[in-house]
């Protein structure tokens, strides 16, 4: 499986805004298990906790698109520095105003002014191997590694937030989210040789969420993005229930386990059917997966469970890439990518919210029926809507 992915590397800059992108995404993983375990050990909710984190995504998910636009037409390097120093910036007040008890208001406030100020630096990595390899068939391998990066950080992420949160103190696994945001967006934007150059005239006035296959896309990840973020939540609080809140990142590791590996698997064959139809079976082994999570009682079923549920989520999220580089200019690509980004930070934002109060209401085990629902309200939507990008053949 390693083999595709050896020459993707040889072309000179790669290596530089490979390892630094890694870096500086890294903390999106960290950022809302950070929040969610931050907010519920100071007010002791995890309603409030879960409403907390959602500002946080859907702050993300307004910005992301408006940041992504400033970068198709001004740089990247102008627009990552303001923002880091100003998303970290947000970070540290809304661990203050925690640390004093503060107005509930003000944790909103800067949970709000935290997601805003975020950048989806992985479509800024992905437009990078866009500019710099011009066949298709190297692209699906590289967005196949990012996707597959995508998932090494969410495998280690949670399980690293959760370690320093709870084996430190309440503020370390933050403190680390800003450090790591901070050390690597910095370093990412001083790679200039492989930046894309800047847009200042669209060649289209409209936005790529005009697009109507873009449009379905987002609807999709939208759903997509509700299983993960409700699934953050309630896999805090299960474990919480079976006495071993600290199991939480490694639950939370397990899912994005097995994306990782069937990401990686996914990226080193060649595929002969068409995007869309990968898509399409991506999403119907999505729900399907999902499935033994609803009967699991127990933190050691649970792990594998979750494993499954994960293996589907990679090959899913490059497809949808890639459809996304097909259906876009060249000059809109930031841009295009960020409304993926955005829609799921939207559904992790509806799913975090949704999550924390079913389980308050219900417990962790049944509100796992939220994510399941959402899992198939994906597929409806990718199934419904696949007639559009069909005026193409993807192929990859």
């Known amino acids: 499986m390693v083999g595709p992915y050896r020459g993707l590397f040889g072309t000179p800059g790669v290596k530089g805004f490979v390892i630094s992108g890694f870096i500086g995404r890294a903390p999106m993983s960290m950022l809302g298990i950070g929040v969610i375990l931050l907010i519920s050990a100071v007010t002791g909710s995890y309603a409030t906790a879960g409403a907390v984190a959602a500002a946080v995504s859907l702050a993300f998910a307004v910005a992301a698109p408006l940041s992504g636009r400033l970068v198709d037409r001004f740089g990247q390097a102008k627009v990552l520095v303001p923002f880091i120093l100003l998303h970290a910036v947000s970070i540290t007040a809304l661990m203050l105003c925690a640390h004093a008890g503060a107005p509930q208001w003000t944790l909103y406030a800067t949970g709000v002014a935290s997601g805003a ?3 989806s630096l992985g479509s800024m990595v992905r437009a990078r191997w866009s500019h710099v390899l011009k066949d298709s068939g190297r692209l699906h391998t590289a967005f196949s590694f990012e996707s597959v990066a995508d998932e090494v950080i969410f495998v280690g992420g949670p399980a690293f937030v959760t370690a320093l949160t709870t084996g430190v103190n309440a503020y370390a696994g933050l403190i680390a989210t800003i450090v790591l945001a901070l050390a690597g967006t910095l370093a990412f934007a001083c790679f200039r040789g492989t930046e894309p150059p800047a847009v200042r005239h669209r060649s289209t006035g409209r936005s790529p969420i005009a697009i109507p296959g ?21 896999t805090v609080a299960f474990a919480d229930e079976h006495g071993s809140k600290a199991a939480s990142g490694f639950l939370l590791a397990s899912i994005a386990a097995g994306s990782m590996v069937s990401g990686l698997w996914f990226g080193s064959r060649q595929w002969k059917i068409s995007l869309r139809s990968r898509f399409v079976r991506g999403l119907s082994l999505f729900a399907a997966g999902l499935t033994p999570v609803l009967l699991m009682d127990d933190i050691r079923a649970m792990a594998p469970a979750l494993f499954l549920a994960g293996l589907s989520i990679s090959p899913t999220l490059i497809t949808g890439f890639s459809l996304v580089e097909r259906m876009v200019p060249a000059g809109q690509l930031t841009e295009g990518m960020a409304w993926i980004s955005t829609a799921l930070g939207l ?30 309200l994906a597929v409806v939507a990718g199934l419904g809507g696949s007639a559009l990008v069909r005026r193409r053949q993807y192929t990859g």
Do not use: H, P
């Not at 993005?225 to 699934?231: E, H, L, M, R």
């Not at 209401?361 to 399941?372: I, K, P, T």
């Open 117 to 119: 100020t975020g950048l």
């Open 214 to 234: 873009v449009a379905m896309l987002s609807a999709v990840f939208l759903a997509m993005g509700a299983v993960f973020g409700s699934i953050d939540i309630i």
């Open 347 to 376: 559904g992790v934002a509806a799913g975090a919210w949704a999550g924390g109060r079913l389980t308050d209401l219900f417990g962790a085990s049944n509100a796992y029926g939220f994510s399941y629902a959402c899992a198939l």
